[in-house]
């Protein structure tokens, strides 16, 4: 066994799995390098050495990581989760070209494993049941179209190269199609998707924690269940699985084996599946040949187990036989005495179709105590802004105890400790899930959050406001968790003053023009750098000192939103006839025209954010009168009117 060192990680990823990752190669004595942006930096602050990027774009920009990679002489690239951990061109070409091993099963797996078309074929070859599917990638609606009639809805559409939910929409009947069609080719990277039976009631969805080393040598570390989850991302996941019948169980287990098994596999993977108690059926899903985002529980299970630096070390050259403790049962039908779950608080407005949240985090505290981990990149010396380039993952809160009842106390326990201001979260949907009846007993399938998601937001808004009042929770009050405050640390006085030059990045270096002059006259209110009131006197070498009232807030949104929803009609909330757009976007499509007849639950507008297109509905039936005058493409800000219906419709009092 040749054993090869790493020497210098670069960690291409950002946010809690960048500070998680960071944190394992520190205790292997590595040299870490970290990447990040501008107004995202928070995990960089534990890395011995950080690179800015040119823009947010840079962590999908191969050759860009690659010049990063050769200047600084890095011999290993930890991809994470996301961006590019699932590409075979990026682990190929690092080597290629950089002579860096990307962490993960290499460039050959994760081509067979990373496309889904491919990984369900693997399945076929391993004799694992499949649902009935498109054979090839298509961009064509005809071909879903003709399946789809074929097969008997409902049917899901995937993107082939899809994740995290993107590109997936379960299609109920032949009027749906074509747009949904539309919705999950434009989510896709290389805009191709496939179609398949789509099995919904009663299903769960478990996923099997695989570990190989490349040479023929490959475990489980049991399972995780994921079926609480909205439009196929996840929310809540636990471990071990709810199902009571662990001889099914096994055979799930056994499946992902056989297909790890076929493919050498080396590094992490997780095998899902859709898994039927009452009937005992289950059929493969997926494969994410990397780390999961729910790692974490499957650490809790498996005695501590650090799948980081399994990742790392088997990267180096070490067998999973010298790496995995011998008294870790692999028997299937005996996980350990364990239970173990992962809440995903997220920047998200529930009530808004699950859309991000932008702004700045002003105070935050997080939960501690016995059984509870928390893994984030919130930093108390930091000033974390949330905005439209990354995704809404904030913190992932994990319990772990002997039972599972003792689990959803200290879940319940955890949340109410949990605090955050300045954006909106979902903690009140985490709330209601954990104290719901269907959650207590384990009886969550995979449709049941959002069948239920109106009465389990009711219930975790009452609840959590209850228990707050009880308790006069307050982030400013609550002890043992860390909290920050948006007061300001930057003085600034009365007659402060800065001279001001801007010159075009064109025009570099050439003579510059005499500066324009601003002095502060009196500081109405200091939050700087959230935010910043004074009284100011400005001067110009063409105009003279004026005096103006200064205002500077902190934002994530794009000048060109901003200038959206500046310049263009607003709704007003309580006008039942105006159809708004509640969050900041890129506007995609436009579907009516004034004249038009709509009906409630119309889809009215689209709108992509954070890669994922999101539809704006009607709330009730009518005539549209007026549309939104841009144009498709605009950046569009939150509360922009998109449609106005007449009032004809509207309810009578």
Same mark, same amino acid.
């Given at each position: 066994?040749?054993?090869?060192?790493?020497?210098?990680?670069?960690?291409?990823?950002?946010?809690?799995?960048?500070?998680?990752?960071?944190?394992?190669?520190?205790?292997?004595?590595?040299?870490?390098?970290?990447?990040?942006?501008t107004?995202?930096?928070s995990?960089?602050?534990?890395?011995?050495?950080?690179i800015?990027?040119?823009?947010?774009?840079?962590?999908?920009?191969?050759?860009?990581?690659?010049?990063?990679?050769?200047?600084?002489?890095?011999d290993?690239?930890?991809?994470?989760?996301?961006?590019?951990?699932?590409?075979?061109?990026?682990?190929?070409?690092?080597?290629?070209?950089?002579?860096?091993?990307v962490?993960?099963?290499?460039?050959?797996?994760?081509?067979?494993?990373?496309?889904?078309?491919?990984?369900?074929r693997?399945?076929?070859?391993c004799?694992?049941?499949?649902?009935?599917?498109?054979?090839?990638?298509?961009?064509?609606v005809?071909?879903?179209?003709?399946?789809?009639?074929?097969?008997?809805?409902?049917?899901?559409?995937?993107?082939v190269? %899809?994740?995290g939910?993107?590109?997936?929409?379960?299609?109920?009947?032949?009027?749906?199609?074509?747009?949904?069609a539309?919705?999950?080719?434009?989510?896709?990277?290389s805009?191709?998707?496939?179609?398949?039976?789509?099995?919904?009631?009663?299903?769960?969805?478990?996923?099997?924690?695989?570990?190989?080393?490349?040479?023929?040598?490959?475990?489980?570390?049991?399972?995780?269940?994921?079926?609480?989850?909205?439009?196929?991302?996840?929310?809540?996941?636990?471990?071990?699985?709810?199902?009571?019948?662990?001889?099914?169980?096994?055979?799930v287990?056994?499946?992902?084996?056989?297909?790890?098994?076929?493919?050498?596999?080396?590094?992490?993977?997780?095998?899902?599946?859709?898994?039927?108690?009452?009937?005992?059926?289950?059929?493969?899903?997926?494969?994410?040949?990397?780390?999961?985002?729910?790692?974490?529980?499957?650490?809790?299970?498996?005695?501590g187990?650090?799948?980081?630096?399994?990742?790392?070390?088997l990267?180096?050259?070490?067998?999973?036989?010298?790496?995995?403790?011998?008294?870790?049962?692999?028997?299937?039908?005996?996980?350990?005495?364990?239970?173990?779950?992962?809440?995903?608080?997220t920047?998200e407005?529930?009530q808004?179709?699950?859309?991000?949240?932008?702004?700045?985090?002003?105070?935050?505290?997080?939960?501690?105590?016995?059984?509870?981990?928390?893994?984030?990149?919130?930093?108390?010396?930091?000033?974390i802004?949330?905005?439209?380039?990354?995704?809404?993952?904030?913190?992932?809160?994990?319990?772990?105890?002997?039972?599972?009842?003792?689990?959803?106390?200290?879940?319940?326990?955890?949340?109410?400790?949990?605090?955050?201001?300045?954006?909106?979260?979902?903690?009140?949907a985490?709330?209601?899930?954990?104290?719901?009846?269907?959650f207590?007993?384990?009886?969550?399938?995979?449709?049941?959050?959002?069948?239920?998601l109106?009465?389990?937001?009711?219930?975790?808004?009452?609840?959590?406001?209850k228990?707050?009042?009880?308790?006069?929770?307050?982030?400013?009050?609550?002890?043992?968790?860390?909290?920050?405050?948006?007061?300001?640390?930057?003085?600034?006085?009365? %007659?402060?003053?800065?001279?001001?030059?801007?010159?075009?990045?064109?025009?570099?270096?050439?003579?510059?023009s005499?500066?324009?002059?601003?002095?502060?006259?009196?500081?109405?209110r200091?939050e700087?750098p959230?935010?910043l009131?004074?009284?100011?006197?400005?001067?110009?070498?063409?105009?003279?000192?004026?005096?103006?009232i200064?205002?500077?807030?902190s934002?994530?949104?794009?000048?060109?939103?901003?200038?959206?929803a500046?310049?263009?009609?607003?709704?007003?909330?309580?006008?039942?006839c105006?159809?708004?757009?509640?969050?900041?976007?890129?506007?995609?499509?436009?579907?009516?025209?004034? %004249?038009?007849?709509?009906?409630?639950?119309?889809?009215?507008?689209?709108?992509?954010?954070?890669?994922?297109?999101?539809?704006?509905?009607?709330?009730?039936?009518?005539?549209?009168?007026w549309?939104?005058?841009?144009?498709?493409?605009?950046?569009?800000?939150?509360g922009?009117?998109?449609?106005?219906?007449?009032?004809?419709?509207?309810?009578?009092?």
């Amino acid at each position: 066994m040749v054993i090869s060192p790493i020497k210098r990680l670069l960690v291409a990823n950002r946010g809690e799995i960048a500070t998680r990752i960071i944190s394992t190669a520190r205790e292997l004595e590595i040299e870490t390098y970290s990447i990040y942006t501008t107004n995202d930096s928070s995990h960089k602050i534990s890395s011995d050495y950080a690179i800015l990027l040119k823009s947010p774009a840079s962590y999908l920009d191969i050759s860009e990581l690659i010049a990063i990679v050769k200047k600084h002489k890095v011999d290993a690239v930890h991809p994470g989760y996301g961006f590019l951990s699932e590409s075979s061109e990026f682990a190929q070409r690092m080597w290629d070209e950089a002579k860096a091993l990307v962490i993960g099963p290499g460039p050959e797996v994760l081509a067979r494993t990373g496309d889904k078309l491919q990984a369900r074929r693997l399945a076929e070859e391993c004799n694992t049941p499949v649902l009935p599917a498109l054979k090839n990638p298509t961009s064509n609606v005809a071909e879903l179209e003709a399946f789809a009639s074929k097969i008997g809805y409902p049917v899901v559409i995937k993107a082939v190269d %899809g994740g995290g939910g993107r590109g997936i929409r379960i299609v109920r009947s032949a009027k749906e199609l074509p747009a949904l069609a539309k919705r999950a080719l434009q989510e896709s990277p290389s805009g191709k998707v496939f179609a398949e039976k789509a099995v919904i009631d009663g299903f769960r969805h478990v996923e099997v924690q695989i570990v190989g080393d490349g040479r023929g040598n490959v475990r489980h570390l049991w399972e995780r269940e994921c079926s609480v989850q909205r439009r196929f991302q996840k929310v809540v996941e636990f471990a071990p699985s709810s199902i009571p019948d662990r001889k099914l169980v096994g055979e799930v287990i056994h499946a992902a084996l056989r297909m790890a098994r076929k493919v050498k596999y080396a590094s992490l993977g997780t095998f899902e599946f859709l898994v039927q108690p009452l009937t005992r059926e289950f059929y493969f899903l997926e494969v994410n040949p990397r780390l999961q985002v729910e790692h974490t529980i499957t650490e809790s299970l498996a005695m501590g187990i650090d799948l980081v630096q399994l990742q790392l070390l088997l990267a180096q050259g070490h067998s999973i036989p010298s790496l995995v403790m011998s008294t870790l049962s692999e028997d299937p039908k005996s996980p350990p005495p364990i239970h173990s779950v992962q809440l995903r608080l997220t920047a998200e407005d529930v009530q808004n179709s699950w859309s991000l949240s932008v702004g700045k985090i002003t105070s935050f505290s997080l939960p501690s105590g016995n059984g509870i981990r928390v893994d984030t990149h919130l930093q108390s010396l930091e000033n974390i802004v949330i905005g439209t380039d990354f995704d809404s993952l904030v913190a992932k809160i994990i319990i772990t105890s002997s039972t599972w009842q003792s689990v959803v106390q200290k879940a319940k326990r955890a949340l109410a400790d949990t605090y955050i201001e300045g954006v909106r979260t979902n903690i009140d949907a985490l709330y209601g899930i954990v104290h719901s009846e269907a959650f207590a007993n384990q009886a969550c399938d995979t449709q049941w959050l959002e069948t239920n998601l109106s009465s389990v937001l009711t219930s975790g808004q009452q609840l959590l406001r209850k228990n707050r009042q009880a308790n006069s929770i307050s982030a400013t009050s609550r002890l043992g968790g860390p909290t920050i405050s948006a007061t300001s640390t930057v003085l600034f006085r009365k %007659g402060d003053a800065w001279s001001i030059s801007l010159v075009p990045e064109s025009h570099a270096g050439k003579a510059k023009s005499a500066p324009s002059h601003l002095q502060l006259t009196r500081v109405l209110r200091n939050e700087f750098p959230a935010s910043l009131s004074a009284q100011i006197t400005y001067a110009s070498p063409t105009t003279p000192p004026t005096s103006y009232i200064m205002t500077l807030a902190s934002t994530a949104a794009s000048f060109g939103s901003l200038s959206s929803a500046a310049t263009h009609r607003r709704g007003d909330i309580s006008n039942s006839c105006h159809i708004i757009i509640p969050f900041p976007g890129t506007l995609i499509e436009l579907l009516v025209d004034v %004249g038009d007849e709509v009906k409630k639950g119309n889809v009215i507008a689209v709108v992509r954010q954070m890669k994922m297109e999101l539809e704006i509905r009607a709330g009730r039936a009518g005539t549209i009168i007026w549309v939104y005058e841009g144009e498709e493409g605009d950046e569009v800000g939150e509360g922009v009117l998109v449609a106005e219906l007449d009032s004809s419709g509207e309810p009578k009092l």
